[in-house]
């Protein structure tokens, strides 16, 4: 993987969870998340972005809830703590000052 795609792939993370700590709930599901991401400047598939919110599980960042054609993500308190950049994940950009 080339230098700028593993950067946009780290600011993608970012980016998903400082949605949900915008969202009620800090719930969204993926296709919200999808249509979010492109106001963003981050044109996703849904499967990409599907692919994204598994890894961010994996890191405890959030959790998912499969409901037929869409997942739900939930995030954690940890995934709150990396949005804000108390805590630092490998894989995921740092937040900026």
Do not use: C, F
């Amino acid at each position: 993987m080339s230098q700028y795609a593993e950067y946009l792939r780290q600011d993608i993370r970012l980016v998903i969870l400082r949605l949900l700590v915008e969202m009620t709930a800090y719930r969204a599901n993926s296709s919200v998340l999808t249509m979010a991401l492109d106001s963003y400047g981050h044109t996703l598939s849904r499967d990409q972005v599907k692919t994204e919110l598994s890894w961010l599980a994996e890191q405890s960042a959030l959790t998912l809830e499969d409901v037929g054609p869409v997942l739900v993500a939930t995030l954690t308190e940890r995934g709150q703590d990396i949005a804000a950049g108390r805590a630092r994940v490998p894989g995921i950009k740092r937040p900026g000052a």
